[in-house]
């Protein structure tokens, strides 16, 4: 697209345009599309490596599944196994240069530490392409190449409150509880009456008391459900909020949760007896 709307174009890489014009953009973009097979898609040439922290989330990545997981999840993610042209020896978060009067201003003025971004739109912790597949396959969701659809067992906890099915639902009553405090008198049921003295002329009270003990707590709802993701909405709403960090596109995981919960559907909750089933969204 020759003339992209400026709010999205700057939007996806605003940063960027701190140091590279649109026509460095574009080269750099078509350079990595004509990569060959076998070879990365990362971009190791650009000033900076691991912006917003991108690239330094899973240090031991390549062992994240433990024993117990399914053979799929161990299979290679983003750009793993491949050649990796130009990546610095050490991953200090910059490249090996030379560097021009921008990329030096840039780095003095719109970075801080752990090489966060001081800048609108960019703020915050990102995740790389990579980092992208080893987030989705730690919460239970594996992608194979060439699928639509994948189903998945998610427990809504991992998401951050971006995904929940239980958020209709009412809390089951559990039974009588007695109400008591300060200055309230005696104590009474939650529909107002008040238990009846006990009888001390015979062994009744001690039988059954005159005030019954609260019933211990059910145990928590599942946090699980068997969901079903639709790929192409989930990539959709990635490149949606995606921005360009020179060697690599990223997301926020914030912003990764929610292009998760767009693209699930036929959520079906774990059954657990004493929670009502929720309504399906």
């Not at 049921?189 to 009888?199: I, L």
């Not at 928590?220 to 192409?232: A, F, H, Q």
């Not at 490149?239 to 036929?266: Q, Y």
């Amino acid at each position: 697209m020759e003339s992209p709307p400026p709010a999205r174009y700057y939007g996806v890489f605003g940063f960027c345009l701190l140091f590279e014009s649109r026509k460095s953009i574009a080269w750099r973009l078509e350079d990595r599309l004509m990569a060959a097979r076998g070879e990365s898609l990362n971009y190791w040439r650009a000033p900076f490596t691991n912006l917003g922290g991108a690239g330094w989330h899973y240090p031991n990545a390549t062992s994240h599944s433990d024993s117990s997981s399914r053979s799929s999840f161990d299979a290679p993610y983003g750009n793993q196994g491949t050649f990796e042209a130009h990546r610095p020896q050490h991953n200090t978060g910059y490249s090996m240069g030379p560097w021009w009067d921008s990329v030096i201003e840039t780095a003095e003025c719109r970075m801080g530490r752990k090489m966060q971004l001081i800048f609108p739109g960019f703020a915050g912790e990102f995740l790389d392409t990579g980092e992208i597949e080893i987030y989705m396959r730690d919460r239970g969701i594996y992608i194979p190449g060439n699928a639509d659809y994948v189903k998945a067992q998610v427990d809504l906890d991992d998401f951050n409150g971006a995904v929940d099915i239980f958020a209709h639902n009412k809390p089951r009553d559990t039974g009588p509880r007695l109400i008591s405090g300060p200055n309230t008198g005696p104590p009474l049921f939650r529909d107002g009456s008040a238990p009846g003295a006990p009888d001390t002329n015979s062994i009744f009270p001690y039988i059954c008391p005159a005030i019954p003990t609260q019933r211990p707590p059910p145990p928590p709802p599942s946090r699980k459900m068997t969901v079903d993701i639709d790929v192409t909405v989930l990539a959709e709403e990635i490149c949606s909020h995606a921005v360009c960090l020179g060697r690599t596109p990223a997301i926020r995981p914030e912003d990764l949760d929610k292009a998760l919960d767009k693209a699930m559907f036929n959520r079906i909750p774990t059954y657990n007896p004493f929670m009502p089933f929720p309504q399906m969204r």
